[in-house]
């Protein structure tokens, strides 16, 4: 999945924590040969693979996190969309990056490619149908989401009741880290990358934080992030990150994205409407936005460094 995992469990009784974590570390191995595009047999190739062609018979994970990405990607109103990757042969930001700005025109004749709504998920028959050829979905921004959810459950089947768990940008913490709560950090956008500028106590809560510092280049004074927005095919300009806490990390790893690409007002104002979701947002002109559940709840540190 293309990000360190950390387990942490406190417990008096170490063998059945490392027991856990062995369980814990085998599922994140079982999801990623699932989910990743990495993986040439994985659900997620296949379905590629076949694309406007014939459905593909996918196990119920898969059934489950196109489901729910699909509940994000209405309430985002299409700014997550897990169609995304039919872009990402174009844009390189990981491994084997060039830092080459796409031509517009290369980018246009790939966005009817992109569309939610064109992915046929059939539950009862266990099906993937991507409707158009050369359609790709790339599960990055909810894969790790649903692994940390799974973690969770796998800590409790054990007895395990206080833990943490992180993926890259997300975390879930359950129940106390001895006779203290649990803690996260909210990242710096712009500082050093063990610079916090808030933080926050949790309790059986998610944590999940999208921004443009992960994977980026910098081209002619511009960055250029890994975050795109789905109707233009260009990474989103409206914020620097996204925090999302609630009580599922699925929900919370697709909705860091879509708020981020939404931007501060409109994503802000989806954080407010849904239920058990709060958020902490900072903007391009790096203005910070908290949600009314998070206020008293929120430690800020200090202000986010002013750059570009």
Same mark, same amino acid.
């Given at each position: 999945?293309?990000?360190?995992?950390?387990?942490?469990?406190?417990?008096?009784?170490?063998?059945?924590?490392?027991?856990?974590?062995?369980?814990?570390?085998?599922?994140?191995?079982?999801?990623?040969?699932?989910?990743?595009?990495?993986?040439?047999?994985?659900?997620?190739?296949?379905?590629?693979?076949?694309?406007?062609?014939?459905?593909?018979?996918?196990?119920?994970?898969?059934?489950?996190?196109?489901?729910?990405?699909?509940?994000?990607?209405?309430?985002?109103?299409?700014?997550?969309?897990?169609?995304?990757?039919?872009?990402?042969?174009?844009?390189?930001?990981?491994?084997?990056?060039?830092?080459?700005?796409?031509?517009?025109?290369?980018?246009?004749?790939?966005?009817?490619?992109?569309?939610?709504?064109?992915?046929?998920?059939?539950?009862?028959?266990?099906?993937?149908?991507? &409707?158009?050829g050369g359609m790709r979905?790339?599960?990055?921004?909810?894969?790790? =989401?649903? *692994?940390?959810?799974?973690? %969770? #459950? !796998?800590?409790?089947?054990?007895?395990?009741?206080?833990?943490?768990?992180?993926?890259?940008?997300?975390?879930?913490?359950?129940?106390? &880290?001895?006779?203290?709560?649990?803690?996260?950090?909210?990242?710096?956008?712009? =500082?050093? *990358?063990?610079?916090?500028? %808030? #933080? !926050?106590?949790?309790?059986?809560?998610?944590?999940?934080?999208?921004?443009?510092?992960?994977?980026?280049?910098?081209?002619?004074?511009? &960055?250029?992030?890994?975050?795109?927005?789905?109707?233009?095919?260009?990474?989103?300009?409206?914020?620097?990150?996204?925090?999302?806490?609630?009580?599922?990390?699925?929900?919370?790893?697709?909705?860091?994205?879509?708020?981020?690409?939404?931007?501060?007002?409109?994503?802000?104002?989806?954080?407010e409407r849904l239920p058990?979701?709060?958020?902490?947002?900072?903007?391009?002109?790096?203005?910070?936005?908290?949600?009314?559940?998070?206020?008293?709840?929120?430690?800020?540190?200090?202000?986010?460094?002013?750059?570009?």
């Amino acid at each position: 999945m293309g990000s360190e995992v950390r387990l942490t469990a406190w417990t008096r009784d170490e063998p059945n924590a490392l027991a856990a974590f062995e369980h814990i570390f085998d599922d994140f191995d079982y999801l990623d040969r699932l989910l990743s595009v990495w993986h040439p047999e994985s659900a997620v190739s296949r379905i590629n693979a076949a694309a406007g062609r014939a459905p593909v018979v996918v196990s119920g994970e898969v059934i489950e996190v196109l489901q729910t990405a699909r509940q994000v990607s209405e309430w985002t109103t299409g700014k997550f969309d897990v169609t995304f990757g039919a872009l990402s042969g174009l844009w390189k930001f990981d491994h084997d990056q060039d830092n080459k700005v796409p031509r517009p025109r290369d980018v246009g004749a790939l966005l009817p490619l992109v569309d939610y709504r064109a992915v046929d998920v059939d539950a009862q028959a266990g099906t993937v149908l991507l &409707r158009r050829g050369g359609m790709r979905i790339h599960l990055g921004g909810i894969g790790k =989401g649903f *692994a940390v959810d799974r973690a %969770a #459950a !796998l800590f409790r089947s054990h007895g395990i009741r206080d833990f943490m768990i992180q993926a890259g940008g997300d975390l879930y913490a359950s129940g106390r &880290r001895g006779d203290r709560p649990w803690r996260a950090g909210i990242r710096d956008p712009r =500082g050093p *990358a063990d610079r916090i500028f %808030a #933080a !926050l106590e949790l309790n059986d809560e998610t944590f999940s934080t999208s921004g443009d510092y992960e994977r980026f280049f910098v081209r002619d004074g511009r &960055r250029y992030h890994h975050i795109l927005d789905p109707d233009s095919g260009q990474p989103a300009a409206g914020s620097r990150s996204v925090t999302i806490v609630a009580t599922r990390a699925t929900l919370a790893d697709a909705l860091a994205t879509g708020v981020f690409i939404l931007g501060p007002d409109a994503g802000m104002s989806l954080i407010e409407r849904l239920p058990d979701v709060e958020g902490v947002i900072v903007g391009a002109k790096n203005e910070v936005l908290v949600s009314s559940g998070l206020r008293g709840r929120l430690q800020t540190l200090a202000s986010p460094t002013d750059a570009p």
